[in-house]
């Protein structure tokens, strides 16, 4: 029992560190899926006809493939094929970046929809060009609906953020398994590992929990 | 066991919510095919007490008697066995919302009282031509009306065959066009002699049909009596308070 | 060309054998996770105060650990205590387990969002708890979970992938030995892709039909 107390105490400053690779990988990820999230949204709640098709096809593909073979797909396939060399840490924070775009696109989507007609209309009637209405009345609002939803993004993407280990990429996982392999100590390491991110877990759910206190506009009730 | 027995006595019911006391100390009994209407104003206790007598809601106090015999609700199969004896209709139908009227009033036959799928069929088409609901049997809850839902409901209970009804305000969801039907059927089963304790604000149907009227307030219950009598010559202050105040609403009482 | 038609042979037929194992992993952790997640979901609602709390901590670990995390506990971290599993029943374990968590949390929120009306009216009819839970409150509950239970199996068939990590070879471990051997890694991974695309888009079709299926005039409305 003393040995796996002092393996884990000992691990713990190597492992911590991995979470930090862990939290840029997500917050990667999570940047590039909101990006790719609000315009894929706005394209399929605005934008022209031809647009639904591919867009639909981005979001089946991406939300039907397993994450751990679009990971190998984009590192030793597609990125090696185009001559791009990037390292393991950014395919993984791209993949996951463009899987939860997929997921993403339908928070904002959902968001958007549920605003009145009546926002868009006034902004016209004000004499506000479409453009000029989306990005000042309607992705505020919607933005803000989405919060709750990103919570939940957020804490998907942190698990999911472990399988990027398959990768090669140093994050919590892959250095309890380094140290594991070492010491023989791996129930009480992964156990370890695990608690870990339902730690970053709670922080993150914390943290957006106070952005959407924020934010909150008073009285807004949807 | 004499026709004049009472079929259900209750005794010093009490129930408190934290440092209230929602019912106190009430009493009452109802002899074979007797009708007793439970009036007051809301949050008096009317439905907290039906709830006590099958025991939906554990009294903190009293003894309840089902044909002379003492109801122990400690024991899980004497309470369900208690239950099916006592029939239940709620204010909000309560109907189960994922199966049509036939089967809404199968139901319990089936898994409670185990009786064979199609006796039990029979037996709920039975009851819902009693309640006029013959012709919708296949409908579900959404697809029927308040008036409707509320004579399924009556069917289903009357297929339990039980010695009592209880009653909490079976028309007070219902829009007054619908009232009547509800009434209607509830008369018949007076008729029919089924014993029944209704809470109710229905002064016209408690007037031409109860036996006695009892009057209750803060969980106590006040005065019974006669339901003329409740309503135009009172003992009591707060009797002729409330009951002058409902004979203004619903007019002069015949 | 003619090299790629060969390949594609071989290729084609441990991809198969791949794919039924892939399959031989993905129904047995569906179904005892779905039912287990009902359980515990029901538990979760109607158990004794104990027993929520337990299965609450049950579900927080589940929930809460990655998947790869429980995968290696199950595998690398049972024969600790001398359990000795293979890598498919770590995998099935697993799989299982983790997907019980998720399963409950929208059995436990399906319960909750049934009318308590109902469970008033069964019990004054003389149900018992356990009867009026199975009667009249799961089918309810059940249609209400459907679309989130759907949900869970389609993720179980994409992280059926995972099974890889623990030397479980199913479709994703045949197409990475595939590809090491070929360094056709695009060509190989795109079909594999495609294969479980496909699996996940004909499961959402049968889930949609079910709920369609299963639907009652009015059931979705929270009207009286």
């Known amino acids: ?222 | 066991m004499s026709k004049g027995d009472p079929v259900l006595r209750v005794e010093g019911i009490t129930k408190r919510y934290g440092e209230k006391d929602v019912l106190n100390g009430a009493s009452l009994s109802i002899r074979h095919g007797e009708l007793k209407i439970l009036i007051g104003p809301s949050g008096g206790g009317k439905s907290t007490l039906l709830q006590c007598i099958n025991f939906l809601v554990r009294p903190d106090e009293g003894r309840i008697w089902l044909n002379g015999e003492e109801v122990l609700a400690s024991r899980k199969r004497e309470l369900y066995a208690y239950r099916q004896k006592v029939g239940m209709i709620f204010q909000d139908f309560n109907l189960f919302d994922h199966l049509n009227a036939l089967s809404n009033v199968q139901i319990a036959l089936v898994k409670v009282k185990k009786m064979p799928k199609e006796e039990a069929r029979r037996r709920a088409v039975m009851e819902l031509d009693r309640v006029g609901l013959k012709a919708h049997m296949e409908k579900y809850p959404a697809q029927l009306s308040g008036g409707q839902k509320q004579r399924v409901s009556i069917a289903r209970a009357l297929a339990m065959d039980p010695e009592v009804m209880l009653l909490d305000e079976p028309t007070s969801a219902l829009d007054p066009e619908l009232i009547t039907e509800v009434l209607a059927v509830i008369r018949d089963l007076g008729l029919d002699g089924m014993t029944m304790l209704m809470a109710t604000h229905q002064i016209g149907f408690a007037l031409d049909l109860a036996h006695e009227m009892i009057f209750m307030e803060d969980g106590q219950i006040v005065e019974t009596g006669p339901p003329r009598k409740i309503l135009n010559q009172a003992d009591c202050e707060r009797t002729r308070e409330f009951c002058g105040k409902l004979t203004d609403l619903y007019g002069e009482s015949r | 060309m003619g090299d790629f038609l060969f390949l594609q042979q071989d290729v084609l037929h441990s991809l198969i054998g791949g794919l039924w194992v892939s399959i031989q992993l993905i129904i047995p952790s569906s179904i005892l996770g779905l039912t287990i997640g009902v359980i515990v979901g029901a538990l979760r609602v109607y158990g004794h105060p104990l027993v929520i709390r337990a299965t609450n901590v049950y579900v927080t670990i589940f929930r809460g650990f990655p998947l790869v995390v429980q995968l290696f506990i199950w595998y690398f971290g049972l024969p600790h205590i001398g359990i000795y599993l293979t890598p498919y029943a770590a995998s099935v374990l697993g799989f299982t387990l983790c997907s019980s968590a998720y399963h409950s949390e929208y059995v436990r929120g399906a319960f909750r969002s049934v009318k308590r009306g109902q469970m008033l009216a069964a019990e004054a009819l003389g149900f018992s708890r356990f009867k009026l839970i199975c009667s009249v409150m799961l089918p309810q509950a059940f249609r209400r979970a459907l679309p989130g239970c759907g949900n869970e199996l389609i993720y179980l068939i994409k992280y059926s992938s995972l099974a890889y990590m623990i030397t479980c070879i199913e479709l994703t471990g045949e197409g990475k030995i595939i590809a090491s051997e070929t360094f056709r890694f695009t060509e190989v991974f795109m079909v594999v892709g495609l294969i479980y695309l496909l699996l996940t888009t004909v499961s959402s079709w049968g889930i949609r039909k079910l709920e369609i299926q299963l639907t009652i005039p009015g059931f979705e409305h929270h009207s009286m």
């Open chain 1, 1 to 222: 029992m003393e040995e796996s107390l002092i393996a884990i105490f000992d691990a713990l400053p190597y492992m911590l560190q991995g979470s930090l690779v862990t939290v840029g990988v997500v917050l990667g990820a999570m940047g590039l899926g909101m990006l790719v999230g609000v315009v894929l949204a706005l394209g399929q709640v605005y934008g022209p006809g031809f647009l639904r098709r591919p867009i639909g096809i981005y979001i089946w593909f991406f939300r039907g493939v397993p994450l751990l073979v679009l990971l190998f797909l984009f590192y030793f396939g597609l990125f090696s094929m185009m001559g791009i060399n990037l390292s393991a840490f950014a395919v993984a924070a791209i993949v996951l970046g463009l899987i939860s775009g997929a997921y993403q696109s339908q928070i904002v989507r959902g968001a958007i929809l549920s605003l009145p007609e009546g926002q868009f209309k006034a902004a016209r009637a004000l004499g506000m060009s479409d453009r000029r209405a989306i990005v000042t009345i309607i992705l505020p609002q919607a933005l803000r609906l989405s919060v709750p939803g990103w919570s939940n993004e957020y804490s998907i993407v942190l698990k999911d953020s472990a399988v990027a280990y398959a990768l090669g990429v140093p994050e919590v996982m892959a250095r309890a398994h380094f140290v594991a392999t070492r010491t023989y100590e791996h129930l009480p390491l992964y156990f370890t590992a695990g608690l870990i991110f339902l730690v970053l877990t709670y922080l993150g759910t914390k943290g957006l929990r106070l952005l959407e206190e924020k934010v909150r506009i008073p009285g807004y009730v949807r």
